[in-house]
């Protein structure tokens, strides 16, 4: 039984090689296919001097290359970044720079927009381009970074063979960067028990089998889309890759790849119930998920509606623990505001101020323990130290205490168990299934040079949860009118900050109220502007 994410290939290739492990477009992959291609990204990696543990960043959108050096880069021993392929220059320098990525592999085109971040990057040592060639003024920009060697794709899948380096269940495999409360996003530390204990309980309760077909749509650096990848491969499932471009392109990749299951957020679902859907998905579609947010009960009614034979699960997850909660599609009709229970494997508590457990009824905090809890945040132990505490149930006999994942979430227990999300603790703006930081909004306005204060905040909106609402103050002197200000700030912002964290509104005051402290009093703002 495989221990580590990359031998479910390995186990499904020995088992039955044939079987559809990857489809893109109009290529495919077999689980033979994907095993050779993995295993030669693993000789790639080693020959590039790849360190056991060593950070590979993948910058790309989901395609056949991209989920084989994810697991290629397990295979070597090494751990791997899976970048959003959304994010721009700023946010992607921060993450190879934070978790000293040694390799680096992306697209000509992408490599293109960074090229001017090169020496930036000290920690890094190769960059792979999959394209079949680079152009002269990429290698022209990349000989700035003289110590950072350039490959092709090709290049790296010709390399001889490699001994990869020895690694155990417990070991770091990927660090997934997920916005915090407060500046840069977090790198979250995953090992393989994690994924594979994820894995195991996910396809336990979606009773996923070899037969399932999977359609791909999250971010591979989301938890969730990543979690579609070892999930199905746990059970030799295939798995269909889609970046889709409008809702109305999913529902035909439904129907052309026959696909059984479909993950999604919010804001998607809340877009597919508007369209029509072809009959022939009925028949096809095992099930559904929903994810990053509280799907609306107009929307579970609507998709129950179009499909009457489709298992619907409502889950709850945190990028600390994968997957936390899921309601079975037999509650959903009787609680559709509910996240459901544990899934397998965990135990959610509720807990109070004081450290105890929560009755019925009574809001507390959800804690996660069990397998699925991460290692913690890389290079970051003061944020560890806040989220990652010894769970509130254990053996005090214990000479190691357990460590939980405190969420910040506020949930509640009804009196027959199932768990229902009431707020978060903290500022942070949850928009088309993403966690937005405000700081990290606010900073990017600040760095404009335009203004003097900055407050971002989400804004409910029905359809993708929260929009982005920044309202800033100028710079001293300024002369600048406020609709000439608010223009200047959103050109800046739509170079500096991907789609998701582009403010939906931006609002120009003179002044800004402040709190005793002397801080700008949000919920001030919230009253007046929300």
């Given at each position: 039984?495989?221990?580590?994410?990359?031998?479910?290939?390995?186990?499904s290739?020995?088992?039955?090689?044939?079987?559809?492990?990857?489809?893109?477009?109009?290529?495919?992959?077999?689980?033979?296919?994907?095993?050779?291609?993995?295993?030669?990204?693993?000789?790639?990696?080693?020959?590039?001097?790849?360190?056991?543990?060593?950070?590979?960043?993948?910058?790309?959108?989901?395609?056949?290359?991209?989920?084989?050096?994810?697991?290629?880069?397990?295979?070597?021993?090494?751990?791997?970044?899976?970048?959003?392929?959304?994010?721009?220059?700023?946010?992607?320098?921060?993450?190879?720079?934070?978790c000293?990525t040694?390799?680096?592999?992306?697209?000509?085109?992408?490599?293109?927009?960074?090229?001017?971040?090169?020496?930036?990057?000290?920690?890094?040592?190769?960059?792979?381009?999959?394209?079949?060639?680079?152009?002269?003024?990429?290698?022209?920009?990349?000989?700035?970074?003289?110590?950072?060697?350039?490959?092709?794709?090709?290049?790296?899948l010709?390399?001889?063979?490699?001994?990869?380096?020895?690694?155990?269940?417990?070991?770091?495999?990927?660090?997934?960067?997920?916005?915090?409360?407060?500046?840069?996003?977090?790198?979250?530390?995953?090992?393989?028990?994690?994924?594979?204990?994820?894995?195991?309980?996910?396809?336990?309760?979606?009773?996923?089998?070899?037969?399932?077909?999977?359609?791909?749509?999250?971010?591979l650096?989301?938890?969730?889309?990543?979690?579609?990848?070892?999930?199905?491969?746990?059970?030799?499932?295939?798995?269909?890759?889609?970046?889709?471009?409008?809702?109305?392109?999913?529902?035909?990749?439904?129907?052309?790849?026959?696909?059984?299951?479909?993950?999604?957020?919010?804001?998607?679902?809340?877009?597919?119930?508007?369209?029509?859907?072809?009959?022939?998905?009925?028949?096809t579609?095992?099930?559904?998920?929903?994810?990053?947010?509280?799907?609306?009960?107009?929307t579970?009614?609507?998709?129950?509606?179009?499909?009457?034979?489709?298992?619907i699960?409502?889950?709850?997850?945190?990028?600390?623990?994968?997957?936390?909660?899921?309601?079975?599609?037999?509650?959903?009709?009787?609680?559709?505001?509910?996240?459901?229970?544990?899934?397998?494997?965990?135990?959610?508590?509720?807990?109070?101020?004081?450290?105890?457990?929560?009755?019925?009824?009574?809001?507390?905090?959800?804690?996660?323990r069990?397998?699925?809890?991460?290692?913690?945040?890389?290079?970051?132990?003061?944020?560890?130290?806040?989220?990652?505490?010894?769970?509130?149930?254990?053996?005090?006999?214990?000479?190691?205490?357990?460590?939980?994942?405190?969420?910040?979430?506020?949930?509640?227990?009804?009196?027959?168990?199932?768990?229902?999300?009431?707020?978060?603790?903290d500022d942070?703006?949850?928009?088309?299934?993403?966690?937005?930081?405000?700081?990290?909004?606010?900073?990017?306005?600040?760095?404009?040079?335009?203004?003097?204060?900055?407050?971002?905040?989400?804004?409910?909106?029905?359809?993708?949860?929260?929009?982005?609402?920044?309202?800033?103050?100028?710079?001293?002197?300024?002369?600048?009118?406020?609709?000439?200000?608010?223009?200047?700030?959103?050109?800046?912002?739509?170079?500096?900050?991907?789609?998701?964290?582009?403010?939906?509104?931006?609002?120009?005051?003179?002044?800004?109220?402040?709190?005793?402290?002397?801080?700008?009093?949000?919920?001030?703002?919230?009253?007046?502007?929300?």
């Amino acid at each position: 039984m495989a221990d580590l994410i990359h031998e479910l290939i390995i186990d499904s290739a020995k088992s039955d090689g044939d079987r559809p492990a990857l489809l893109f477009r109009d290529s495919s992959l077999s689980y033979s296919q994907l095993l050779d291609m993995i295993q030669r990204v693993s000789n790639g990696l080693l020959t590039a001097g790849v360190s056991a543990g060593e950070r590979v960043a993948v910058y790309l959108p989901k395609q056949l290359e991209t989920v084989a050096t994810l697991f290629g880069a397990s295979f070597a021993g090494a751990s791997f970044v899976p970048v959003n392929p959304a994010l721009k220059p700023r946010q992607v320098t921060y993450i190879l720079n934070h978790c000293q990525t040694g390799v680096l592999v992306t697209s000509q085109q992408r490599l293109e927009q960074l090229a001017d971040q090169v020496t930036d990057w000290p920690e890094l040592h190769t960059i792979v381009v999959i394209d079949e060639a680079v152009s002269d003024a990429v290698v022209g920009q990349i000989r700035r970074a003289p110590w950072i060697r350039l490959d092709t794709w090709n290049g790296l899948l010709s390399a001889p063979w490699k001994q990869p380096h020895r690694r155990i269940d417990g070991d770091m495999v990927a660090i997934l960067y997920t916005s915090g409360s407060t500046g840069n996003p977090k790198g979250v530390v995953l090992s393989h028990r994690n994924m594979m204990a994820g894995a195991r309980s996910v396809s336990q309760y979606l009773e996923n089998t070899r037969e399932d077909r999977v359609l791909a749509v999250l971010p591979l650096s989301f938890d969730a889309g990543l979690s579609q990848l070892t999930t199905a491969f746990c059970v030799g499932a295939s798995v269909t890759l889609m970046d889709y471009l409008l809702p109305r392109d999913v529902l035909k990749a439904l129907v052309h790849y026959r696909i059984t299951g479909l993950g999604a957020v919010p804001s998607l679902w809340n877009q597919l119930v508007q369209l029509e859907w072809p009959p022939e998905i009925v028949g096809t579609l095992r099930y559904i998920t929903n994810t990053g947010g509280a799907m609306p009960v107009a929307t579970t009614t609507a998709l129950q509606q179009r499909l009457p034979r489709t298992s619907i699960y409502l889950m709850y997850g945190l990028t600390e623990a994968f997957r936390s909660t899921y309601l079975p599609p037999d509650q959903v009709s009787i609680r559709p505001r509910s996240i459901g229970k544990a899934i397998p494997n965990a135990e959610i508590l509720v807990i109070n101020e004081a450290g105890e457990l929560c009755g019925p009824n009574e809001p507390g905090e959800l804690v996660h323990r069990g397998a699925l809890v991460a290692l913690g945040y890389w290079n970051d132990p003061e944020k560890t130290a806040e989220r990652f505490k010894p769970s509130p149930v254990q053996d005090n006999n214990l000479p190691v205490p357990e460590l939980a994942v405190w969420s910040g979430d506020q949930v509640m227990l009804d009196e027959d168990g199932y768990l229902y999300f009431v707020n978060r603790k903290d500022d942070m703006i949850k928009t088309s299934g993403y966690r937005v930081s405000p700081t990290e909004i606010e900073e990017v306005a600040y760095s404009s040079g335009l203004v003097a204060g900055a407050a971002a905040m989400g804004v409910p909106h029905p359809q993708l949860g929260q929009t982005i609402l920044l309202i800033v103050t100028p710079v001293e002197g300024s002369t600048a009118e406020h609709e000439t200000l608010r223009q200047e700030l959103i050109d800046y912002c739509r170079r500096e900050l991907p789609g998701f964290m582009q403010p939906a509104q931006i609002v120009v005051r003179d002044s800004m109220p402040h709190n005793q402290n002397g801080k700008i009093d949000r919920r001030a703002l919230a009253k007046e502007h929300c």
